[in-house]
């Protein structure tokens, strides 16, 4: 059985009945405060707004939100999750936990680009910080990265989400650690049940909580989870507190009614994208897949060692010059166009139609690439809609 810790987890923890009525489903607590009949029990819970069940003001914490942190920490086998309003809110928050004015990041090229914008266009010129972007797969460029003075951070993401590129989060995580530097990946594509990177020693994982865990594209969130449950307390009492915001309390229990069926759900969008996956692999007018479940990956094995498995996020690169890509997508009647992914709706993408030269040449891709999601309308379905798109080419 696939998931059997996991699925306890999503199904039991933090849900406790006898605290709330028995209700089988937990409330929405919906209150900026929480109050106390004295003076000094408030001063003492406000002195200790990282101690478990402590809540003052809902800037801090909220009991629903902290259910649904609870079951991400234990999903993700760290000490301590930490809820923010948007999947950048956490990205943001664990840079400026990791670093200060002067630091110097290492990042992976192809990384979620908003967080790109984020070091270049806001890090870089306002607090002085630099960054090496690297590939991620060549050890020794990213060691000699690592060694410069006030190297603070690396940031990762794997697979990253053009071409189905995957790092080795194990010998990374171990290489930064030699030079007492934090490693953080955005685990979003993979959810916390197909990859977990605090056990392969990541410092902090990060997930978006607006794709797969809330499954039903209708709210945006994020969320960081470590083993070090000091550094998350110290971003809860500082850059949550301050600036990088608490998600709301109803979009945790949206996220937590989506966490309930997400077993199911990526079991489903597996079968969906290996079976859509191998089919445009056979196509005649398919030139390349990226897909992280098909054998021909050049990264199989490394996939094999720290993937569980594979989600229905994949690209495809047909023979076809970029407008006749967007061309192709617009005949598409099911994928519908529009960003993200996660939800029960596919999409159909041409990511890097506006790309600079130099992101194509790195990424060996064309700017033609199309990015699939396949979302709940059935593989059959799907596979119809993609044939009748290539029928009018
Ligand atoms: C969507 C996304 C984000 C950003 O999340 P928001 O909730 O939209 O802020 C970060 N990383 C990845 C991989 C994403 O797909």
Known sequence: ?????????????????????NAVVPPVFLNSLHVYDRFEDYREAASNPCREGSYVYGRDGNPTVHMLERKIAELEHGARAVAFASGMGA?????????????????????????KRFLNNFCVPRFGMTVTYVS?????????????????????????????????????????????????????????????????GIDISMHTISKYIGGHSDLIGGVLVSKDEELMCSIITTVREWYASILGPMEAWLAIRGLRTLPVR????????????????????????????????????????????????????LDADPDAAVAFINRLRLFEKGCSWGGYESLALVPLY????????????????I???????????????LESAFRGM
Request: proline share 4%; with cysteine; hydrophobic share 40%.
């Open 136 to 200: 991620g797969n060549d050890l020794d460029e990213m060691e000699t990265a690592i060694k410069k003075p006030g190297s603070s951070l690396v940031i990762l993401e794997s697979p990253a989400t053009f071409v189905f590129r995957v790092v080795d989060l194990t010998e990374i995580a171990k290489l930064a650690h030699r030079y007492g530097v934090k490693t953080y990946v955005d685990n979003t594509c993979l959810t916390p049940l197909f990859q977990k990177p605090l056990d392969m």
């Open 91 to 115: 990205a943001a928050a664990a840079i400026m936990a990791t670093c200060q004015s002067g630091s110097h990041v290492i990042c992976m090229r192809d990384v979620y680009q908003p967080v």
């Open 1 to 21: 059985m696939e998931f059997r810790e996991e699925r306890i987890t999503i199904t039991h923890t933090a849900d406790e009945y006898d605290r709330y009525l």
């Open 371 to 385: 990015r699939l999601y396949c979302g709940l309308e059935g593989t059959e379905n799907l596979v119809d809609d």
């Open 266 to 317: 990526i079991m489903e969008h597996q079968r969906t994208g290996m079976a859509v996956a191998e089919w445009l692999t056979r196509h005649p007018k398919v030139k390349r897949v990226h897909y992280t479940g098909l054998a021909s990956h050049p990264q199989a094995d490394l996939i094999r060692k720290q993937q569980k498995g594979h989600t229905s996020l994949m690209s495809v690169e």
């Open 354 to 369: 506006a790309a600079k030269e130099e992101e194509i040449a790195f990424l060996k891709a064309e700017r033609g690439l």
